[in-house]
């Protein structure tokens, strides 16, 4: 977690059992991040990121079928032109997206200047600075993991733009973009765990958190290798959250305070929340694979295909910025962004 967190912060992290000053630390800043869900008016520094995969730019886009499922990142060809979705966003003057301030690297508060930072906040002024002409021209809204479908669907945000995996269950919700990062699940354990080895038998018996509405909890779902992963009483109004949280980085508190024995998320989440805490580490390998995408609602494909156009700008250098800013120090290795596919 970065320098001058506030005096609240530290006198909560001395009251915190666990593994010492920097676990509690990360604690007493994750609950204080992750409980501020408000929204929030925030101009930005300099907004573009782009970079490749393998030379993902202009032209290289892969055409499939629409009608298939079997690569779910597929997404609308790009287009600059304006529809309704994009004049209803210019008539307002403000681009509105759903992002996290929790996750650390990719959209969490810095303690020292209260801005929203990371390399989704970075792609989401990139946006709007197309749409708008200015990377300040955005509003950003904190959104817990189980609310980013609903604030699409409410009207609340026109854009998430926070770790989104694209597959099967969710293009039937909402409308993706093309593909802007690759991760993957895996587990989340502390390092002196030696018995817990990976997403496999190593977890039976274990407490096991994961987010509400997260692929990780559809993981567990499937394949538990007898793990705890259901609060008694999930999904009723006796729910407790201990296991199955509103925010990801609930977890990694639930894991600093000894009451979860380990986590499964993404790995891209999981290396910034080990970056905040040295006593925690990633365990096994990751054992799907998975993309990010921007989300809209269903419909505003003209939304879609100007994000998509960004996103073809945003590949040739921007990209590749905003990697080696953000994440290249705990997530090292990445060439550039999955290229894209159209559909």
């Given at each position: 977690?970065?320098?001058?967190?506030?005096?609240?912060?530290?006198?909560?992290?001395?009251?915190?059992?666990?593994?010492?000053?920097?676990?509690?630390?990360?604690?007493?800043?994750?609950?204080?991040?992750?409980?501020?869900?408000?929204?929030?008016?925030?101009?930005?520094?300099?907004?573009?990121?782009?970079?490749?995969?393998?030379?993902?730019?202009?032209?290289?886009?892969?055409?499939?079928?629409?009608?298939?499922?079997?690569?779910?990142?597929?997404?609308?060809?790009?287009?600059?032109?304006?529809?309704?979705?994009?004049?209803?966003?210019?008539?307002?003057?403000?681009?509105?997206?759903?992002?996290?301030?929790?996750?650390?690297?990719?959209?969490?508060?810095?303690?020292?200047?209260?801005?929203?930072?990371?390399?989704?906040?970075?792609?989401?002024?990139?946006?709007?600075?197309?749409?708008?002409?200015?990377?300040?021209?955005?509003?950003?809204?904190?959104?817990?993991?189980?609310?980013?479908?609903?604030?699409?669907?409410?009207?609340?945000?026109?854009?998430?733009?926070?770790?989104?995996?694209?597959n099967c269950k969710r293009i039937q919700q909402v409308a993706f973009s093309t593909a802007y990062?690759?991760?993957?699940?895996?587990?989340?354990?502390?390092?002196?765990?030696?018995?817990?080895?990976?997403?496999?038998?190593?977890?039976?018996?274990?407490?096991?958190?994961?987010?509400?509405?997260?692929?990780?909890?559809?993981?567990?779902?499937?394949?538990?290798?007898?793990?705890?992963?259901?609060?008694?009483?999930?999904?009723?109004?006796?729910?407790?959250?201990?296991?199955?949280?509103?925010?990801?980085?609930?977890?990694?508190?639930?894991?600093?305070?000894?009451?979860?024995?380990?986590?499964?998320?993404?790995?891209?989440?999981?290396?910034?929340?080990?970056?905040?805490?040295?006593?925690?580490?990633?365990?096994?390998?990751?054992?799907?694979?998975?993309?990010?995408?921007?989300?809209?609602?269903?419909?505003?494909?003209?939304?879609?295909?100007r994000v998509n156009q960004v996103l073809v700008r945003y590949r040739q250098g921007p990209w590749?910025?905003?990697?080696?800013?953000?994440?290249?120090?705990?997530?090292?290795?990445?060439?550039?962004?999955?290229?894209?596919?159209?559909?």
């Amino acid at each position: 977690m970065p320098n001058g967190a506030y005096p609240l912060v530290r006198r909560t992290a001395q009251r915190f059992r666990g593994w010492g000053g920097v676990a509690a630390m990360a604690v007493a800043c994750g609950l204080t991040a992750s409980l501020t869900l408000l929204p929030l008016a925030h101009g930005g520094d300099a907004a573009a990121v782009p970079g490749t995969h393998g030379g993902a730019g202009i032209g290289t886009g892969v055409q499939i079928k629409a009608d298939t499922c079997e690569k779910p990142w597929a997404s609308l060809t790009p287009s600059s032109a304006d529809g309704p979705s994009i004049e209803a966003i210019k008539q307002r003057g403000k681009l509105v997206v759903g992002v996290d301030q929790s996750s650390y690297r990719w959209g969490y508060r810095n303690p020292e200047t209260r801005a929203l930072e990371g390399f989704d906040i970075e792609l989401a002024r990139a946006v709007a600075k197309d749409i708008l002409g200015s990377e300040d021209a955005v509003i950003f809204r904190a959104i817990p993991t189980n609310q980013r479908i609903a604030a699409l669907d409410s009207g609340k945000v026109d854009l998430v733009v926070r770790t989104m995996t694209i597959n099967c269950k969710r293009i039937q919700q909402v409308a993706f973009s093309t593909a802007y990062f690759q991760a993957g699940q895996q587990v989340l354990a502390p390092k002196l765990a030696k018995d817990i080895t990976g997403y496999d038998t190593s977890l039976k018996g274990k407490r096991v958190c994961t987010a509400e509405g997260s692929t990780a909890y559809e993981a567990l779902e499937e394949n538990s290798f007898g793990a705890l992963f259901k609060d008694e009483g999930d999904g009723t109004k006796d729910d407790k959250d201990l296991l199955t949280v509103p925010n990801q980085l609930d977890c990694l508190a639930r894991l600093q305070m000894g009451e979860v024995d380990a986590v499964v998320t993404d790995n891209a989440l999981a290396a910034g929340q080990a970056a905040q805490d040295p006593a925690v580490e990633l365990k096994g390998r990751p054992f799907t694979t998975e993309f990010y995408g921007v989300a809209a609602k269903l419909g505003n494909d003209d939304l879609v295909r100007r994000v998509n156009q960004v996103l073809v700008r945003y590949r040739q250098g921007p990209w590749q910025r905003a990697y080696k800013d953000w994440l290249e120090k705990d997530l090292p290795g990445i060439t550039g962004p999955p290229p894209p596919l159209y559909k």
